[in-house]
């Protein structure tokens, strides 16, 4: 896979319940948090005609 960084940098405002959802997950995988959402973003449904 070719890694280009930093293409576009955005924040996410999460509850405390999501980012302690996505801390626990990260330290039970030991993947890194930009590593997951990147992966769930890329897994998100689009309409291909558009």
Known sequence: MN???AVKRIT???ALNEANKLEKY???TGRAATDVIRELIR???I???E
Do not use: A, M, T, Y
């Open 47 to 49: 309409n291909k005609s």
């Open 12 to 14: 996410v405002n999460l």
């Open 26 to 28: 990260c330290n039970q």
């Open 3 to 5: 890694k280009k960084w």
């Open 43 to 45: 897994g998100l449904p």
